[in-house]
């Protein structure tokens, strides 16, 4: 009789360490604040479209819609840093891409997350940050930047 035990279990750990959705949202930087998610296998469908900023009083990048808009908490894709110039925040630096200027306008896909109903376990925010119904905006891919000015 063959004995399975130990092979399947190793097999199961090699297979598993991509295992978990890996869903969620995290703050991988503090002081500024930056969100990024582990959302993978998701729809991009949602469009994403607004100015970048950040909110240095309520300690949050945001996606704010045109012409007076409401204010979504922009999560950013895995691997984004905070792009500093000195001491002030200059924007984001998204991985395979150019980094992204405070001001700019971005479009693109992802998805929408309540911040009452979501389970992805949102941190705390700011109340400034969901201003006008905002949510938080989980950006999975840029179509194009315009640098502000």
């Known amino acids: 009789m063959r004995r399975w035990g130990l092979p399947l ?13 890996g ?3 995290s703050t991988v930087r503090s002081d500024p604040t930056l969100l990024v998610h582990g959302v993978q296998g998701r729809s991009d469908d949602a469009q994403i479209d607004g100015y970048v900023r950040y909110l240095d009083d309520a300690d949050c990048f945001v996606i704010e819609a045109a012409a007076g808009g409401g204010r979504n908490v922009a999560v950013w894709p895995p691997g984004t840093t905070v792009w500093m110039d000195g001491v002030a925040v200059a924007g984001v630096d998204v991985p395979d891409r150019d980094p992204i200027a405070i001001g700019s ?3 693109g896909g992802g998805g929408y997350a309540n911040p009452d109903t979501t389970d992805l376990d949102p941190p705390e925010v700011a ?8 949510e ?12 502000p000015g």
């Open 9 to 21: 279990v190793a097999l199961a750990a090699v297979a598993c360490v991509g295992c978990g959705s």
């Open 23 to 25: 869903d969620g949202i």
């Open 105 to 107: 306008r971005l479009t």
């Open 127 to 134: 109340a400034d940050c969901l201003s006008g119904g905002g």
């Open 136 to 147: 938080f905006a989980l950006i999975h891919a840029i179509s194009t930047v315009t640098p």
